[in-house]
């Protein structure tokens, strides 16, 4: 998939012009369908109670909202922590121990970007990706854990949970779900939640660059990688956009620098962890996000 592809999904998801609005009246078929399975499934689900704290960090739309790094905050404030995430991206299938609290045991390759960024990040926590919440939710008692956080685990409604929903600056101005929109499930469902968050008024994200230079490439692997620009410094002489999840190759970056002579590539912490072996100049994109401290969930203050 390339740039042009890919910016023209985004505009399409969240600010569709007048021929893409079109295309979203044709879908709208494909979307009442899909709206009624979400209904449904959410309607008749029978939240499970695994007798353990079970905080779940969610968004309604398609791609980031910046759902990692919140989860990173919230973690680094709890002891006895899992945090379980399906691993998006990752060349595996199955329950893996990403890091037992004390360690790293696999690869972006088996476990996933965010899973190890998650890792690193929150290196006392236990990272566990599995598709299967449940089973992992079940191994992470058995580890010992206190606490579980699930990433991106709003839809999971067999689960009992307490549900923080993170709410964009800038959300889709198309609100039907999809395919004929941005939103994986009605806009209605903010309701459900049991706080919602709104970045900047509740949350805010700051972005250091480290080892910046002179003439920085831009590189990332990221949903909406537009959202990276109003906190692009003006060295940066290109920007080069990949799917999401994209594993990079060595020699691909190390074509992208000869191409463009750069000093070094910028990109995120997410993109970071499959790069750092490769022996090329990065300069890094730290994100952190900050907490109102007027915000409490269950009984941790910011």
């Known amino acids: 998939m390339n740039y042009k592809i890919l910016n023209w999904v985004e505009e399409y998801l969240f600010d569709p012009t007048p021929p893409q609005k079109f295309v979203s009246f044709l879908l709208l078929p494909l979307t009442l369908l899909y709206t009624i399975i979400v209904v449904t499934k959410r309607k008749f689900a029978k939240p499970k109670d695994f007798n353990i704290p079970i905080i779940s960090v969610g968004n309604l739309i398609v791609g980031g909202s910046g759902k990692t790094p919140f989860t990173i905050a919230l973690a680094k404030k709890l002891e006895n922590v899992a945090i379980i995430l399906r691993g998006y991206g990752r060349k595996s299938k199955g329950l893996y121990v990403v890091s037992d609290g004390k360690k790293i045991g696999l690869s972006p390759l088996t476990a996933g970007d ?8 929150v290196p006392k926590a236990i990272v566990i990706v599995s598709e299967d919440r449940v089973i992992a939710i079940k191994k992470a008692k058995e580890m010992g854990v206190k606490i579980i956080i699930l990433d991106d685990g709003f839809s999971k409604s067999n689960i009992k949970k307490f549900d923080i ?3 964009n600056e800038i959300e889709p101005k198309n ?10 499930e009605p806009y209605s469902f903010y309701d459900k939640a049991d706080l919602v968050l709104q970045e900047g008024e509740d949350f805010q994200r700051e972005v250091n660059i480290l080892n910046p230079t002179k003439k920085m490439l831009l590189v990332t692997a990221i949903s909406k990688p537009k959202r990276l620009d109003k906190f692009l410094p003006k060295d940066v002489i290109k920007k080069i956009y990949f799917p999401d999840h994209y594993f990079f190759q060595k020699k691909e970056i190390e074509n992208l620098m000869k191409r463009y002579r750069a ?4 990109t995120t912490q997410k993109d970071e962890v499959k790069m750092k072996n490769f022996g090329v100049n990065l300069s890094i994109m730290e994100l952190n996000i900050k907490i109102d401290k007027k915000i409490k969930i269950l009984d941790i203050e910011f």
Do not use: D
């Open 165 to 167: 929903l993170l709410k």
């Open 263 to 266: 000093t070094s590539i910028l």
């Open 175 to 184: 609100r039907f779900t999809l395919p004929s929109g941005g939103y994986r």
């Open 114 to 121: 965010e899973a190890i960024l998650l890792s690193v990040s």
